[in-house]
């Protein structure tokens, strides 16, 4: 089925290890972004790509990094792993950034930081 | 962004229709209102969005007050598998900026009972 595919759906980590998560899509969508979401808050976007070759900052950016060589997978590397960083990560696709309704989320991966 | 307010939780038959409310007093004249829902251990999900008009789709409708002030997704009959939490969004729609992102709060948790 077309759509996004997050891998892995769980990972524990040590802290101070780095991982990439990995986030692929289907419909030739040209934006794609990272959330994180944590008990009781809301989605908090970590990075964003407007297309191929282009990435970009959101609210949360550090301790992550991304990068986007094709238009299918952006996917989210954590450098050195931190508890703080143990969350909920969601991929979303859209065929635009403007497109909110367009907006096609993954699964989540279910990060633990020990 | 303006700001939405949701209870914090409501349930209904199953069967029946489901009313949930969002009140965005502070919005502005070019902003939309959006829902999103997420299905336990999912990633968010369209439903709807409109601006001024009633809309209505194959999943739900959208009430919204002449004054714009607040809105109503209604599921017009509910099953469990429509169990989610809601999120009510107010966003511009062609927004500067590819920075621009769906901001979730903590929505609604709607629980449909057998």
């Known amino acids: 089925n077309a759509g996004v595919t997050q891998t892995p759906k769980f990972q524990v980590l040590k802290t101070g290890q780095s991982m990439t998560l990995q986030c692929a899509q289907d419909?030739?969508?040209?934006?794609m972004s990272w959330y994180r979401q944590d008990p009781g808050m809301g989605l908090r976007l970590i990075h964003y790509?407007?297309?191929?070759?282009?990435?970009d900052q959101g609210e949360v950016p550090n301790g992550y990094n991304v990068s986007r060589s094709t238009t299918e997978d952006f996917p989210l590397r954590l450098l050195s792993a931190a508890p703080s960083q143990t969350s909920v990560y969601f991929c979303?696709?859209?065929?635009?950034?403007?497109?909110?309704?367009?907006?096609?989320f993954g699964s989540g991966t279910r990060l633990t930081v020990v | 962004d303006a700001k939405t307010t949701q209870p914090t939780s409501m349930d209904c038959a199953e069967g029946r229709a489901a009313n949930l409310p969002c009140n965005h007093s502070?919005?502005?004249?070019?902003?939309?209102v959006y829902w999103y829902r997420q299905i336990h251990s999912q990633g968010p999900q369209y439903i709807i969005h409109?601006?001024?008009n009633n809309e209505t789709n194959e999943m739900a409708s959208l009430i919204i007050t002449e004054d714009r002030k607040s809105s109503t997704l209604i599921l017009p009959h509910a099953t469990l598998r429509d169990t989610a939490v809601y999120y009510c969004?107010?966003?511009?729609?062609?927004?500067?900026?590819?920075?621009?992102?769906?901001?979730f709060g903590k929505g609604i948790t709607l629980s449909v009972r057998p």
């Open positions: 502070t919005i502005s004249g070019n902003e939309y």
């Open positions: 790509s407007v297309g191929a070759g282009i990435t």
């Open positions: 409109g601006l001024k």
């Open positions: 979303a696709s859209s065929y635009s950034w403007q497109a909110f309704e367009g907006y096609t």
């Open positions: 419909m030739n969508h040209e934006y």
């Open positions: 969004i107010v966003r511009v729609e062609m927004e500067a900026g590819a920075n621009s992102k769906l901001t």
